[in-house]
């Protein structure tokens, strides 16, 4: 996907982003007997738009990200394998009935296999449904799906992790376990960043996963020019050379931000010389057309007799 800077996403987005670009990541991470299943020599088809079509819901509401992927399975076989993931970050009493309308909305349009993942960034431990049930004067109905609860994971697990999506999810359990402990949160960025450079990565996946715990990870000013300090130290052992997406970072934005200052600054003072040149050279003039002797017009501006020579012209 076309990259910004994250400054300019909301977790949602960087959610959604960091599952397209490390799509066989993430479904080898969650979903492996399915990603086994996939022939990976034909690109997966992303279906937003068209899941938008069927609900309108994942479309306006930013607290969803909803990916709908149409991938093809081994055996030359033209039915398709579906793929739902739902990224739920809040308390949804209705969610598993939501989950049940997407299934049978994407069932009834393509009537393909679906599979359904619920992965779940809230803060709640006893809040996952994992299954959707309705009566009504004897018909009844019983629909489950996958879940993953990013809270009720083990941080050492995902450290040690060979899949690199595992360090998405663990950067998704740092926000929950750090809160509002600005310094926590910190440390855990560079702790991720130092995973990051350690684990043998693609330096492609390297800058979408570096993007991506940057943008939500989120912290302080004087904190991002610690963790820019903390990156640019990393990036001098990294062998993989790995180019450092500045302009897509929360601590490029703080650099971005710096250099503006010092422009600005480094303007003003340019200003205020200049300025006092400009004033300088016009009481010089004055004082050549009152016929005043340069040397005396030169000790009162400060400019030289050349300079006041040259405004004689």
């Not at 670009?21 to 020599?41: C, K, Q, R, Y």
Request: proline residues 4%; contains cysteine; charged residues 30%.
């Amino acid at each position: 996907m076309e990259a910004q800077p994250t400054h300019q996403y909301r977790p949602d987005d960087l959610w959604k982003i960091v599952i397209e670009d490390l799509f066989e990541d993430f479904l080898h991470f969650f979903l492996p007997d399915a990603a086994a299943a996939v022939d990976w020599s034909h690109e997966p088809e992303f279906l937003d738009k068209e899941l938008e079509a069927l609900h309108q819901e994942s479309q306006e509401n930013s607290r969803y990200v909803d990916k709908l992927v149409k991938v093809r399975l081994h055996g030359g076989r033209e039915n398709c394998l579906l793929i739902h993931a739902d990224i739920q970050g809040y308390h949804d009493d209705a969610f598993a009935e939501r989950m049940f309308i997407y299934f049978y909305r994407v069932f009834d349009r393509y009537r393909l296999p679906v599979t359904a993942l619920a992965v779940f960034t809230d803060d709640r431990p006893g809040f996952k449904p994992a299954a959707y049930d309705y009566q009504c004067f004897g018909t009844t109905l019983h629909y489950s799906y996958n879940i993953y609860k990013i809270l009720a994971q083990d941080e050492q697990a995902l450290k040690e992790s060979e899949n690199p999506f595992a360090l998405a999810v663990l950067a998704g359990l740092y926000l929950l376990q750090s809160g509002k402990n600005e310094e926590q949160r910190y440390a855990y960025k560079k702790t991720l960043a130092q995973l990051l450079f350690q684990k043998r990565i693609t330096p492609q996946k390297k800058r979408h996963l570096l993007v991506f715990l940057d943008g939500l990870l989120r912290i302080g000013r004087q904190m991002e020019t610690r963790f820019r300090q903390d990156i640019e130290e990393m990036a001098k052992g990294d062998r993989t050379n790995m180019p450092i997406p500045a302009h897509l970072t929360n601590y490029g934005q703080v650099m971005y931000e710096e250099g503006l200052e010092k422009g600005l600054e480094k303007g003003l003072q340019e200003g205020l010389e200049k300025g006092l040149q400009k004033s300088q050279q016009e009481i010089a003039r004055k004082m050549l057309q009152k016929g005043l002797d340069i040397a005396l017009i030169a000790e009162v501006t400060g400019l030289t007799a050349e300079e006041v020579q040259k405004l004689e012209h």
